[in-house]
């Protein structure tokens, strides 16, 4: 079953070759059984998308094959609808999530489809969208229904492609758990940064410490999350882990967030938290860190890695849909898919106070 103006040929940015990619005109994809084409309305620019073009991305690993179309951050509407598909109608309004497990495997099972032990394999299944299966910078796209996840008609696309951003930053502090009227410290203010800071909130944290730099108005991220109710620590001018213990009387915070990826930051956690607190690990680190790891035993410190979304994108939509997550305030650029060198550019360089930079095919 299927909308009767679904064209046979689309745009899509088409990754050739490691730093090789343009749109062109390509083939529309059908769905298959458990499947829908979604006409994609909003794409947003993840902070994977860069490395995976150039062919940096995880050593080089991904994509698994050339030629493929990037892109995992998404929302748009169902135009057809594949065999056995009775969960979802032509018109509805979907936002996506990257994976979807094989549901044969002992993770898939316990709902850790983001750790499919058949990663990888497309034959059993499973599907990491726009790394190494087709992805969302395209007019039209083909995902598993498993990894769709309908939106209210007051969510706009744009907003709907933040669910995914949304949805990792949440799946991160319910890994660690978020400690009711306790202080969080946060470090890093970029997208998924300033998505934990509000998802925080809203789990009951009484207070926010947010590490990044520009304080003081210089920095639109910094800006923004003081605006969100944050207080503000310049890694670039005060000692991060002197400045912290003195806002929280030499205890430390209960939960550090570490959202920026960056290794030094990821060596303050351990200094940051207090005795019996926890970290949860958000950002992507290239090489491996030092920490003290007496501290980590004698204090009783638990440490949770955190690699995507599962089961947190339902949530992430209702948080965004009551207010209590606004995203808006995030997106501060759109471009159409004809402009993506300019939007790539915009991103990467943070032109014009950019935090997150949606594409519209």
Known sequence: MSSPEIPSKMKALVLEAPNKYGVRWVDTPKPGPYEVL?????????????????????????????????????????????????????????????????????????????????????????????????????????????????????????????????????????????????????????????????????????????????????????KVAKELGAELVDVQVEDPIKRVLEMTNGKGADLVVECSGADIACSWTVDLVRKGGS????????????????????????IYGSRGNPNASDEAIGLIASGKVDVKKLITHVFSLDEFDKALETFVKRLDGAIKVIVKP
């Open 38 to 222: 979604v006409r994609v309305r909003a794409v947003a620019i993840c902070g994977s998308d860069p490395p995976l073009l150039s062919g940096t991305f995880a050593g080089g690993k991904y994509p698994l094959f050339y030629p493929m179309i990037p892109g995992h951050e998404w929302a748009g509407e169902i135009v057809a609808l594949g065999p056995g598909v009775d969960e979802f109608k032509i018109g509805d309004r979907v936002a996506g999530e990257a994976h979807k497990g094989c549901g044969l495997c002992s993770m898939c099972k316990k709902g850790r489809y983001n750790l499919c032990e058949n990663f990888g394999n497309m034959e059993k299944g499973h599907r990491w969208y726009g790394f190494i299966a087709n992805g969302a910078y395209a007019q039209y796209q083909v995902y598993s229904i498993k990894a769709i996840h309908k939106i209210p008609d007051t969510m706009s696309f744009e907003e709907g492609a933040m669910v995914d951003t949304t949805a990792i930053a949440l799946h991160g502090l319910k890994r660690a758990g978020v400690p009711p009227g306790g202080t969080v410290v946060i470090i890093g203010p970029g997208p998924v940064g300033l998505c934990a800071l509000q998802c925080a909130q809203a789990l009951g944290a009484g207070r926010i410490i947010m590490l990044g730099r520009g304080h003081g108005g210089k920095s639109s991220r910094m």
């Open 279 to 302: 970290i949860v690990l958000i950002g992507n680190y290239k090489k491996p860190i030092s920490l003290p790891m007496f501290k980590v035993v004698f204090n009783e410190i638990s």
